[in-house]
């Protein structure tokens, strides 16, 4: 197993699946890991993509006890990640809160970030404003957390039968209830950023092409809000997932392999 140590001794855990092609960091849900990718792994390195995937800060296999942990922490441990790596130019792919951290993580990057996607991000802002309509009504997250510490493994278990709008097998919601419970409480500090976060600055200064990838059945971050990051965007498109949920890598695999690889291809 491979770690990189980002705060002292702190280490998040990561893969690196070497390939000829444009390099694709894949970056997961809140309280997810990177095991959520498997099937948009195995496609992207059919088709000869590099693929680096991490757990953030206080998921999956990472360390549980970090001192912080943050949207911007995580940008900062991918960023860091390429640069161990000796990655110049790469892709990034985030979904749900891992959205907004793609997002943060293409702003450090600069030139060197060749694209993003965002599926079913949590950006630009999660939370309603008086000039952003779209979203949930402010403190929302907070709320969510104060559920979610009161009863973790209830409330997770109910989180994993929300994910989808296409119905799934008793399996699969067993499969990811597993990965949530394997995050630590400490990265409930990253959900409770949504009430904040804003990202519409960052999104219209972007010079990297981005596809918001919308699921318009999604129950979890409201549609309106990854079609306004398409809209933000210098060089957004949106594909709509017309049946999916949260989850169209899910629901509907094969025509989200399609679609993301599409995009790579024109930005390779």
Known sequence: ????????????????????????????GWGMSCRVWDTTLVALQEAGHAVVSFDQRGC????????????????????????????????????????????????????????????????????QAPDFPQGNPP????????????????????????VCAVPQSPQMIEWMWSIFMQAGPGADAALLQLDTVD??????????????IVGAKD??????????????AKRGSVVEFEECGHAPFI?????????LLDFLAKIA
Not at 141 to 155: E, G, I, K, P, S
Not at 219 to 232: E, K, Q
């Open 139 to 162: 403190g929302s997250t907070a709320q969510t957390v104060a559920m979610l510490r009161a009863d973790r493994a209830n409330f997770l278990y109910a989180l994993s039968q929300g």
């Open 219 to 232: 129950a979890i971050v409201p549609p309106d809000i990854c079609r306004a990051a398409g809209r933000l």
């Open 60 to 127: 999956g296999s990472s360390d549980k006890d970090f001192p912080v942990i943050s949207i911007e922490q995580s940008a900062a441990d991918a960023v860091a990640l390429l640069r161990h790596l000796g990655i110049g130019r790469a892709a990034v792919n985030g979904w749900s809160l891992g959205g907004a951290v793609a997002v943060e993580t293409a702003r450090l990057l600069g030139p060197a970030c060749a694209g993003v996607v965002v599926t079913a991000g949590a950006t630009p802002r999660y939370v």
């Open 199 to 212: 990202q519409r600055a960052t999104l219209a200064a972007l010079e990297a092409p981005l596809l918001s």
């Open 251 to 259: 629901e509907d695999g094969p025509r989200y392999r399609s679609v």
């Open 1 to 28: 197993m491979a770690y990189l140590a980002v705060a002292d001794d702190r280490k998040i855990y990561f893969e690196h699946y070497p390939g000829k092609g444009l390099p694709v960091v894949l970056i997961h």
